[in-house]
Antibody, heavy 120, light 110 residues
Framework: EVQLLESGGGLVQPGGSLRLSCAASGFTFNNYAMNWVRQAPGKGLEWVSVISSNAAGTYYADSVKGRFTISRDSSKNTLHLQMNSLRAEDTAVYYC?????????????WGQGILVTVSS | QSVLTQTPSASGTPGQRVTISCSGSNSNIGTNSVNWYQQLPGTAPKVLIYNNNQRPSGVPDRFSGSKSGTSASLAISGLQSDDEADYYCAVWDDSLHARVFGGGTKLTVL
């Protein structure tokens, strides 16, 4: 059974940093692209970033480019999202999501999500 | 404003058939496969349809997907009260080098 468990969320002040992690199990982590998707309170889904299976390729939404960095640790089956220069509009539930073998492949599993609140 | 356009809301009575549409462009739906997600209140999204028209195991055959040109559709037949949820389409966009989501359709079962 595929399981994705996010951690690292919480309250942070504007301009601050936070690092999200996602522990993956139930599938061969190294074979699949991984994504972060977020959802602001009462809003729709917004894709944030994707990393290829071998970590060679990464892409970001324009709204986070230059501030967020996605990475993966194949030895620990863990996905990370380093978030710097946080803004109020980054407040959202962040979902870790498993993709397919290619970066362009669709998301097929989602974590339960973790809340990030950016506020003073 | 989303790259993919979905009608914000839809409704139907139990037993009815409802269709939710998703309109895109040549760089996304016109080129790549569409997935559809169901998000029940207070829960994480769940995949309903992948690769335009494929259902994962466990998803009832009341749910079906189709794609034509730069548009995709999700059809729900035999509507049930449990189907009341938000539905999202998603696809990779070759021009933006990004995954794009529709704005979501809130389905109400009357």
């Amino acid at each position: 059974e595929v399981q994705l468990l996010e951690s690292g969320g919480g309250l942070v002040q504007p301009g601050g940093s936070l690092r999200l992690s996602c522990a993956a199990s139930g599938f061969t982590f190294n074979n699949y692209a991984m994504n972060w998707v977020r959802q602001a309170p009462g809003k729709g889904l917004e894709w944030v970033s994707v990393i290829s299976s071998n970590a060679a390729g990464t892409y970001y939404a324009d709204s986070v480019k230059g501030r967020f960095t996605i990475s993966r640790d194949s030895s620990k089956n863990t996905l990370h999202l380093q978030m710097n220069s946080l803004r109020a509009e980054d407040t959202a539930v962040y979902y870790c999501a498993k993709g397919g073998e290619l970066i362009r492949s669709g998301i097929d599993y989602w974590g339960q999500g973790i809340l990030v609140t950016v506020s003073s | 404003q989303s790259v993919l356009t979905q009608t914000p809301s839809a409704s139907g009575t139990p037993g009815q058939r409802v269709t939710i549409s998703c309109s895109g462009s040549n760089s996304n739906i016109g080129t790549n496969s569409v997935n559809w997600y169901q998000q029940l209140p207070g829960t994480a999204p769940k995949v309903l349809i992948y690769n335009n028209n494929q259902r994962p195991s466990g998803v009832p055959d009341r749910f079906s997907g189709s794609k034509s040109g730069t548009s995709a559709s999700l059809a729900i037949s035999g509507l049930q009260s449990d189907d009341e949820a938000d539905y999202y389409c998603a696809v990779w966009d070759d021009s933006l080098h990004a995954r794009v989501f529709g704005g979501g359709t809130k389905l109400t079962v009357l």
